[in-house]
C-alpha cells in the first residue's frame, strides 16, 4: 500500500510543472468516520503544524499556510490507523493536495482501523 502511495505522489507530481503558483497551498481533506479523534500533522522545514479532526466529522480541510521548501504528512488515529507520505520537495512538487478517509470498526466499538489515502486534483 505505502508503495502505491509513493507510486501516486511522485506520478501526480511528474504530471505539473516545476513553479509554485502563489496562493495555492498545499491541502489534506479528511473524514473520520470513526470514533476516534483523527489528527492530521504537518512536519516542514518552517515548523510543524497540527489539526484535530473530532470522532465521525465529515470534511474537514486543513492546508500547510506556512512558508515552505519541503514537508511531508502524517495522518493517525487510535492506535491502529496511520499514513505518512513521504519527504516531498516542492520544487519537484508544487501542487499536493490529498484526501483521507479514516474507518471505525463497529467490531471493535468504533475505533480506528484504516484510512484510505489518495492525491487529488485540486486542494480542499
Given at each position: ?10 506520478f501526480a507530481a511528474c504530471s505539473k510543472g ?7 497551498d498545499p491541502s489534506i481533506l479528511v473524514t ?93
Amino acid at each position: 500500500m505505502k508503495g502505491i502511495l509513493f507510486c501516486l505522489v511522485v506520478f501526480a507530481a511528474c504530471s505539473k510543472g516545476t513553479t509554485n503558483p502563489g496562493g495555492i497551498d498545499p491541502s489534506i481533506l479528511v473524514t473520520n468516520l470513526s470514533d476516534d479523534t483523527a489528527t492530521v500533522t504537518w512536519v516542514g522545514d518552517a515548523g510543524t503544524q497540527t489539526v484535530q479532526v473530532p470522532p465521525r466529522t465529515a470534511n474537514v480541510c486543513t492546508r500547510w499556510t506556512q512558508s515552505f521548501d519541503s514537508l511531508y504528512t502524517r495522518v493517525a488515529a487510535g492506535q491502529n490507523a496511520s499514513v505518512t507520505s513521504p519527504w516531498l520537495h516542492f520544487s519537484e512538487y508544487p501542487y499536493y493536495f490529498q484526501v483521507d478517509t479514516v474507518f471505525g470498526s463497529q467490531a471493535v466499538g468504533g475505533t480506528a482501523t484504516g484510512i484510505a489515502n489518495h492525491i487529488a486534483a485540486t486542494e480542499c
